[in-house]
């Protein structure tokens, strides 16, 4: 059994700041990539960032420059620092873990932007 918790959403005013966690317990002997996705309401799921164990990390390009994913292997957690936050950015986001080759996910986090 795996387990991402996240924590760290919430409101917060266009051009503010927040920062998502994500802890992963469980079986995780074969914790590789760990990133965030997020999903608008009737839209696929997108990827936001993506950092490897080694730390080369990827970005989507609408949050280049204004996100920064890090992570803490003796913890087995990643972090999404979101800087100037825009309305547009409101959605429900989902951190995952890649382990042994399979997929895994929280169950979300609402990060909501008022302009």
């Known amino acids: 059994q795996v387990q991402l918790v996240e924590s760290g959403g919430g409101l917060v005013q266009a051009g503010g700041s927040l920062r998502l966690s994500c802890a992963a317990s469980g079986s995780i002997f074969s914790l590789n990539a760990m990133g965030w996705y997020r999903q608008a309401p009737g839209k696929q799921r997108e990827l936001v960032a993506r950092?490897?164990?080694?730390?080369?990390?990827n970005y989507a390009d609408s949050v280049k420059g204004r996100f920064t994913i890090s992570r803490d292997n003796a913890k087995n957690t990643v972090y999404l620092q979101m800087n100037s936050l825009k309305p547009e950015d409101t959605v429900v986001y989902y951190c995952n873990a890649i382990i042994g080759g399979i997929y895994y996910w929280g169950k979300g986090t609402l990060v909501t932007v008022s302009s």
């Open positions: 950092i490897t164990s080694g730390g080369s990390t």
